[in-house]
């Protein structure tokens, strides 16, 4: 959570958005330690659905999670505008293969709108909220274990 700083003031947070089929997200970008293009993965046998396999990223084997999968969203086939977010989740990185990264954008607490509560829906675990702007709503995406499982 963000606090108010001692003027009273909100605290901004760094987001980086980005797009996954026709809906637009973001992300804590102090969680990001790279954005990377696309690159084939490697196929791991009897992973769960939206593990699109492993790169090597300089001499370290990188999972790379479908985003679009792992959320319910439509799947595409990724191609050389796809991007990959390298992201550390705990004591593990992580690349999160999404369509484009879009913008780096910053925010405050009071922007964040919460979820609204209609039906239960398994995605909506890594949904910290929802931040409106200009006309656009982006879906803010908690990067944390639960994406894992």
Known sequence: ?????????????????????DQEFCIDI??????RGWTQTTPLPQSPHYLRGVINLRGTTLPVVDLAARLGLPVSEPSARHAIIVAQIGDQTLGFLVDAVLDIMTMSEDELHPAPEVAYDPSKTFVRGLLTVDDRVLVLVTLDQSLLH
């Open 1 to 21: 959570m963000l606090a108010a700083t001692k003027s009273g003031a909100a605290k901004r947070e760094e987001l980086i958005a980005f797009r996954i089929a």
């Open 30 to 35: 102090m969680s990001v330690r790279e954005i």
